[in-house]
């Protein structure tokens, strides 16, 4: 009995120290092919993977990142693979971002993973007329209605200065009627939601969302509704796109961090309960 | 006038943007559209409102010494030192606001984020107790969704994954879809309220 009083007053910094190693230790191992192969490809992931995968080649894709360095171990990889994805298909892409920080990650997804791919190398992307940063632009979802009416108007000059319609990949995108998919990777708002409000509902703009697991819940209606083609959920919902593109990533490579320490929560949960209901009644 | 001319202005602006979602006539979109200029002008002014208001709260602390105020000086004189590296030396790749960001900014803000991970497991110890009936359900089937979302969940039994995306597609839908209609009634209620004049505590009284 003395066992359980004690545990139930354990310093919290002890279960700070499991907490470091059920996340470390997995990153320092290499994950049995039988535990990839386990990773869940979701259907909201399987339907973007689908859409995208039926664009025909020289399609426009909007990509909007809406999130900054704190969410980038679940969302940057969500960029990535799909952004190998598209230019794979040979899609042109137009990044940009409604949050300060995010244009920032997009340099970040291009420069550190994916210019420096050796299948993508072949492809020898250009800026401007590949893909094209359009950079950062206050004003949340006024921007987005702005955008449906006038893209070069609410971004007038790219990431690097440029002025927007001088860029050759945007001299025949007027609005979202030349855009074939807007996929948001947000991390709360301005994100996925409003999105779905301003740009899909109003515009008629298909919508795919990629959020942190602790927004999906909020954004997953609509999928069902069909007012967002797919919606990756978190590391999990990244991992699943890196599974079903085949561009294994850090996703893939972080799950094995993630289930240990889902395991390791699980355990807490279980041995505080067990805890609580022994000693229940005396005093601790 | 000084409450009617705000209620006028509310009440042109909120009607004039319900019409513009149900008159597609390029007119009135390109006029739209060009309000919606002003707001995101306005919005990005907001901007200059959020140093001004850094300094107001941390002036009069850093002048009297109060506790803390030496870190209250630092953020300060670093948010300028930020603001003078981007406005005097851009923000592209290879400026010294650009390696600032990537070397101070971007690792502290996501070493903030990673603490939480320490937090909920302690949290999840020490607070997640099966007291009640619905405390037992949302511990139940919180554990039920950690161990589907990972791949553990198809070791233990192939179907898990399907089980944790019926739990999210179902249970947790319909509960979410009931707080959004419900929400989204209280929006358009409120926005009505506003337009029509009858709420008016956003211009500071009731």
Known sequence: MEFWQKLLAIDRRIIFIFVAFAIIVPLFIIAPPGFLKKIDVSLPVQSLYDYVENLPPGSKIMIAFDYDPPTTPELQPMAVSFLKHCFTKDLKVIMLGLWPQGPVQAQFAMEREILVDEKIKAKNLQYGIDYVNLGFQAGNEFVILRMGTDIAAAFPVDYFGTRTKEIPLMKDVKNFDNIRLVYNISAGYPGTYEWVIFAGDRFGVKIAGGNTAVQYPHNSPYVQTGQLVGLLGGMAGAAGYEKVSGYLGKATKYMLSQAVSHAMVIFFIILGNLAYFITRGRKV | ?206
């Open chain 2, 1 to 206: 006038m000084r409450k009617e001319v705000p209620l006028i202005i509310t009440f042109l602006a909120g009607a004039f943007f319900i019409a513009d979602y149900f008159i597609p006539h390029t007119g009135f979109s390109d006029l739209a559209a060009k309000i919606n200029g002003w707001a995101i002008i306005v919005l990005a002014a907001s901007y200059i409102l959020g140093v001004l208001n850094i300094l107001r709260i941390n002036y009069g602390r850093v002048a009297k010494r109060e506790k803390d105020w030496i870190l209250k000086l630092i953020l300060v004189l670093c948010m300028f030192f930020m603001l003078g590296a981007g406005i005097f030396g851009g923000i592209t790749e290879g400026t010294l606001f650009d390696w600032f960001f990537v070397n101070t900014f971007t690792p502290m803000q996501a070493t903030m984020f990673a603490l939480l991970a320490f937090y909920i497991a302690s949290a999840a110890f020490r607070a997640f107790r099966v007291r009640t009936v619905q405390a037992a359900l949302l511990a139940i089937t919180a554990v039920l969704v950690m161990i589907g979302r990972v791949p553990i969940g198809e070791t233990i039994w192939k179907s898990f994954p399907d089980f944790t995306e019926w739990i999210m597609n179902v249970p947790q839908l319909a509960g979410k879809r009931a707080i959004l209609i419900g929400a989204a009634l209280g929006a358009i209620a409120t926005g009505l309220k506003v337009i029509t004049g009858l709420e008016r505590t956003y211009m500071g009284q009731d």
